[in-house]
């Protein structure tokens, strides 16, 4: 049985970080009401020549630095972005030519918070389905240049960033002891289209737009959509929460993964949190917070991890890995 196994992993940020107080001078909050409501601190804002392919492209390179390959060891590039560069082309096509790629193929995944979830679902099959042995896996976004700066309903909770993972084909014995990707579930509804929503786009007023959100209409979703798909990879793999090593979940909101760890019964101790530190970078979240708690030691080789995430359309998602 072919699993697809993390080979290697990395990240990257932008130059400036912005704490709080910052945006004080902006718009009307407070250090505080932000902590408080989501439980970030401060976030890194692109700058000029920073832009997600740059991004994309750094994390890239470390994880594949770390895994102890190149770009000529890669059949796959997926992107999961809803920052790309250009409308055209894939920002994963241009992360392709910057890693100097003229063989596989790339192409991006758009499920804003969820990308990194859909991708890493993405490239499984292709990797169980023998088109691709390993897959370069990116998360990569500049929420920063769609925010509407004026707006502190949402500008105070989004940051930049990307990361990365190498998923590679294993033959493996197939079992739940074994390493990679033990199950994957996605899930869509696009009736709640309209909660979370950028506000152009080429076909409609050929903008870019900016992101608008009823803030509290997806806190009220979130939670039970997060752990209805938790539990549905529970259920495929016969494991529970008891099993779980680490809970690394899409950083949105501190009182969202809180919210769903309690229900699930996961200790607060076995959650990877980042969003103090990186705000809300959407498709690049997860893999940020994987790899602050794989540098620190906290996941190790042979750990149950379930990634999570939730984001616009909406569209939700979990992955069971054994690391
Ligand atoms: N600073 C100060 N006050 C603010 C700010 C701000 N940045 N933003 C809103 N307020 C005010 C509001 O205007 C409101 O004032 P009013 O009572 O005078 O009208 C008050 O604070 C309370 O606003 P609510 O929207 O009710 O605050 P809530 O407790 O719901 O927190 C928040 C808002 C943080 C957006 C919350 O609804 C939330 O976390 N929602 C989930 C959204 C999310 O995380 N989205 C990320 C993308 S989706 C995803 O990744 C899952």
């Given at each position: 049985m072919i699993r697809s196994v993390v080979r290697g992993y990395g990240a990257a940020l932008p130059k400036r970080v912005v704490p709080n107080r910052e945006l004080e001078g902006m718009v009307a909050t407070s250090d505080e009401w932000i902590v408080q409501r989501t439980g970030i601190r401060q976030r890194y804002i692109a700058g000029e020549g920073e832009t997600t392919?740059?991004?994309?492209?750094?994390?890239?390179?470390?994880?594949?630095?770390?895994?102890?390959?190149?770009?000529?060891?890669?059949?796959?590039?997926?992107?999961?972005?809803?920052?790309?560069?250009?409308?055209?082309p894939a920002t994963a096509v241009n992360i392709q030519q910057r890693l100097g790629m003229t063989h596989g193929f790339a192409f991006d995944i758009q499920a804003v918070c969820s990308g990194f979830v859909y991708a890493m679902a993405t490239a499984d099959l292709y990797i169980r389905g023998g088109m691709a042995r390993r897959v370069l896996v990116i998360g990569a976004e500049t929420f920063s240049r769609i925010l509407d700066w004026n707006d502190r309903t949402t500008c105070v909770l989004f940051g930049d960033g990307a990361g990365a993972l190498v998923l590679e084909a294993a033959e493996g014995e197939g079992t739940v002891a074994d390493r990679g990707i033990l199950t994957a579930h996605l899930r869509s509804d696009?009736?709640?289209?309209?909660?979370?929503?950028?506000?152009?786009?080429?076909?409609?007023?050929?903008?870019?737009?900016?992101?608008?959100?009823?803030?509290?209409?997806?806190?009220?979703?979130?939670?039970?959509?997060?752990?209805?798909?938790?539990?549905?990879?529970?259920?495929?793999?016969?494991?529970?929460?008891?099993?779980?090593?680490?809970?690394?979940?899409?950083?949105?909101?501190?009182?969202?993964?809180?919210?769903?760890?309690?229900?699930?019964?996961?200790?607060?101790?076995?959650?990877?949190?980042?969003?103090?530190?990186?705000?809300?970078?959407?498709?690049?979240?997860?893999?940020?917070?994987?790899?602050?708690?794989?540098?620190?030691?906290?996941?190790?080789?042979?750990?149950?991890?379930?990634?999570?995430?939730?984001?616009?359309?909406?569209?939700?998602?979990?992955?069971?890995?054994?690391?």
């Open positions: 392919a740059s991004l994309g492209e750094q994390a890239a390179r470390a994880a594949l630095d770390r895994a102890g390959l190149t770009p000529d060891d890669i059949d796959l590039v997926l992107v999961a972005t809803s920052t790309p560069d250009n409308t055209f696009g009736s709640h289209k309209d909660k979370l929503y950028v506000d152009g786009g080429p076909s409609t007023t050929g903008t870019v737009g900016h992101l608008r959100m009823e803030g509290r209409e997806v806190f009220k979703h979130a939670v039970g959509m997060i752990t209805d798909v938790i539990e549905a990879a529970f259920e495929a793999t016969g494991t529970t929460a008891d099993d779980l090593d680490w809970l690394v979940p899409h950083q949105a909101n501190r009182r969202i993964i809180d919210g769903s760890a309690k229900k699930l019964g996961i200790p607060t101790d076995k959650v990877v949190v980042t969003v103090d530190l990186h705000g809300n970078t959407s498709a690049a979240s997860i893999p940020l917070a994987l790899s602050v708690a794989l540098d620190d030691g906290r996941i190790k080789q042979g750990d149950l991890v379930m990634l999570e995430a939730m984001g616009g359309g909406f569209t939700w998602g979990a992955i069971l890995v054994r690391w």
